[in-house]
């Protein structure tokens, strides 16, 4: 007689070590493991769910059967649209990065874009330092802070700390632009609120970026390159892509990102099993 049916939801990546650690030694732990455990739940998981394109591309290199894999993101509460933000030339351009600060996230390329903008501007660093892998090197944002004075640009850079969600809010509703430049990223939440927020996207293809990022649409896709970042952070200045912009995002995260349709998401992956 068939057992009730297991769903695994692997929240958060199988494979990320693969993409942010040195090859060799950092990831002998994660093949340690994946050996004695013999990959036993997520083969055994009559469906698995995985939170974005990048996570499903993750998990079929992992050897998870591809029609065993269902997208569902993580969601948010949608209650009253984003204010329309609109910054005067002459007032200094907004930059925010939200985030725990490892060195996957790489905010130090924000900080070498930033520094060669011509117009004035401002740049807020949300969250706390912390190691994503044991085997990483930590000091991580007392470095960053020693780059924004070797740049000249630490009275324009402010390192906010960590925030409650409850306090997140006010950051997003007081920022113009949104830059994420991070190596890897299973699904990335603070891209999904700043969107919410109605704040263009300026980020690396990682997560949940390939699907919020239409390029010229909703903010623009960069390799990482500090130019290209910054490149793209100039053509945020103008007013009325911001806006345009800031619509078109948060329009598409209200409709594929509220709780109630990924409910209904679950509902029917459950229904089918």
């Given at each position: 007689?068939?057992?009730k049916?297991?769903?695994?939801?692997?929240?958060?990546?199988?494979?990320?070590?693969?993409k942010?650690?040195k090859p060799g030694?950092?990831?002998?732990?994660?093949?340690?493991?994946?050996?004695?455990s013999?990959?036993?739940?997520?083969?055994?998981a009559?469906?698995?769910?995985?939170s974005?394109?990048?996570?499903?591309?993750?998990?079929?290199?992992?050897?998870?059967?591809?029609?065993?894999?269902?997208?569902?993101?993580?969601?948010?509460?949608?209650?009253?649209?984003?204010?329309?933000?609109t910054?005067?030339?002459?007032?200094?351009?907004?930059?925010?990065?939200?985030?725990?600060?490892?060195?996957?996230?790489?905010?130090?390329l924000?900080?070498q874009?930033?520094?060669g903008?011509?117009?004035?501007?401002?740049?807020?660093?949300?969250?706390?330092?912390?190691?994503?892998?044991?085997?990483?090197?930590?000091?991580y944002l007392?470095e960053l802070?020693?780059?924004?004075r070797?740049?000249g640009?630490?009275?324009?850079?402010?390192?906010?700390g960590?925030?409650?969600p409850?306090a997140?809010?006010a950051?997003?509703?007081?920022?113009?632009?949104?830059?994420?430049p991070?190596?890897?990223?299973?699904f990335g939440?603070?891209?999904?609120?700043a969107?919410?927020?109605?704040?263009?996207?300026?980020?690396?293809p990682?997560g949940?970026?390939?699907?919020?990022?239409?390029n010229?649409?909703?903010?623009?896709?960069?390799?990482?390159?500090p130019?290209?970042?910054?490149?793209?952070?100039?053509?945020?200045?103008?007013n009325?892509?911001?806006?345009?912009?800031?619509?078109?995002?948060?329009k598409?995260?209200?409709?594929r990102y509220?709780?109630?349709a990924?409910i209904q998401?679950?509902?029917e992956l459950?229904?089918?099993?």
């Amino acid at each position: 007689m068939r057992g009730k049916p297991f769903v695994l939801n692997t929240h958060g990546s199988l494979l990320g070590y693969k993409k942010y650690l040195k090859p060799g030694f950092p990831h002998l732990p994660y093949r340690l493991y994946d050996a004695l455990s013999l990959k036993r739940s997520a083969k055994r998981a009559d469906r698995v769910v995985v939170s974005s394109k990048f996570e499903y591309e993750d998990a079929i290199e992992f050897g998870i059967d591809k029609k065993k894999l269902a997208i569902i993101p993580a969601g948010l509460d949608f209650k009253n649209p984003p204010r329309e933000k609109t910054t005067d030339r002459e007032e200094p351009l907004k930059i925010l990065f939200v985030g725990r600060i490892a060195r996957v996230r790489r905010v130090e390329l924000l900080l070498q874009a930033v520094r060669g903008l011509a117009f004035p501007w401002q740049a807020v660093i949300v969250g706390g330092e912390e190691q994503t892998s044991s085997v990483q090197a930590g000091g991580y944002l007392p470095e960053l802070k020693t780059l924004s004075r070797d740049l000249g640009i630490e009275d324009r850079v402010s390192f906010a700390g960590p925030q409650k969600p409850e306090a997140l809010a006010a950051f997003y509703e007081a920022a113009d632009v949104f830059v994420y430049p991070s190596l890897y990223e299973n699904f990335g939440q603070p891209m999904l609120e700043a969107a919410a927020a109605g704040l263009p996207l300026v980020a690396t293809p990682v997560g949940v970026a390939r699907e919020l990022v239409q390029n010229g649409e909703t903010g623009f896709l960069t390799d990482g390159d500090p130019k290209n970042i910054r490149q793209n952070i100039e053509r945020l200045r103008d007013n009325g892509l911001r806006r345009s912009m800031g619509k078109n995002i948060s329009k598409l995260a209200s409709e594929r990102y509220n709780w109630n349709a990924i409910i209904q998401q679950y509902l029917e992956l459950y229904r089918s099993l």
